[in-house]
T-cell receptor, first 115, second 109 residues
């Protein structure tokens, strides 16, 4: 697509439920990032994919968080057994990847509220 | 991991004024990018600038990689420049990109 598309834009869920957030990157972009941004703070790195390979997941806070990109395009970030502290804006970015070409383009984000 | 520090944390300008935002980083990086988060929450890439100087209209940026800092210049500021400016660096040895805490800019009419 023309830009990075994220869905849903807003998600309200009850504590303990699982949520899945979707990211559709720019066509042809091989690199895909997930970030979490709390109110008033900078984006916090969660995980990075190169094609379908998850090359860095050091930022995932705990084992309730997981991400996949099975065909090297669309990615899903899943949060199991949500907690109130998971409430944040979840942002996805994509890039052409590679040295000198890692210009990140962000989607509009998915705002998650856990009650 | 690498530390990214931005200053000042907050800035209020009168429309038409100029400003300089600074980003310091604690280690060598592959590249550095500047972003603007507008009041609607959109994150827009302003510059991809691992070294040297680039200009885009009223904005320009300079990165001195050997001294581990970058500067973003805003000239003749406008109310639409308001928002948060983030610096982000890509760690060497991989593609992990780390953001600073941002500079919150408010431009008064």
């Amino acid at each position: 697509g023309a830009g990075v598309s994220q869905s849903p834009r807003y998600k309200v869920t009850k504590r303990g439920q699982d949520v899945a957030l979707r990211c559709d990157p720019i066509s042809g972009h091989v690199s895909l990032y997930w970030y979490r941004q709390a109110l008033g703070q900078g984006p916090e790195f969660l995980t990075y994919f190169n094609y379908e390979a998850q090359q860095d997941k050091s930022g995932l806070p705990n084992d309730r968080f997981s991400a996949e990109r099975p065909e090297g395009s669309i990615s899903t970030l899943t949060i199991q057994r949500t907690e109130q502290r998971d409430s944040a804006m979840y942002r996805c970015a994509s890039s052409l990847g590679g040295t000198g070409a890692n210009v990140l383009t962000f989607g509009a984000g998915s705002r998650l509220t856990v009650l | 991991g690498i530390q990214v520090e931005q200053s000042p944390p907050d800035l209020i300008l009168q429309e038409g004024a100029n400003s300089t935002l600074r980003c310091n980083f604690s280690d060598s990086v592959n590249n550095l990018q500047w972003f603007h988060q507008n009041p609607w929450g959109q994150l827009i890439n302003l510059f991809y600038i691992p070294s040297g100087t680039k200009q885009n209209g009223r904005l320009s940026a300079t990165t001195v990689a050997t001294e581990r800092y970058s500067l973003l210049y805003i000239s003749s500021s406008q109310t639409t420049d308001s928002g948060v400016y983030f610096c982000a660096v890509e760690e060497t040895g991989g593609f992990k990109t780390i953001f600073g805490a941002g500079t919150r800019l408010f431009v008064k009419a």
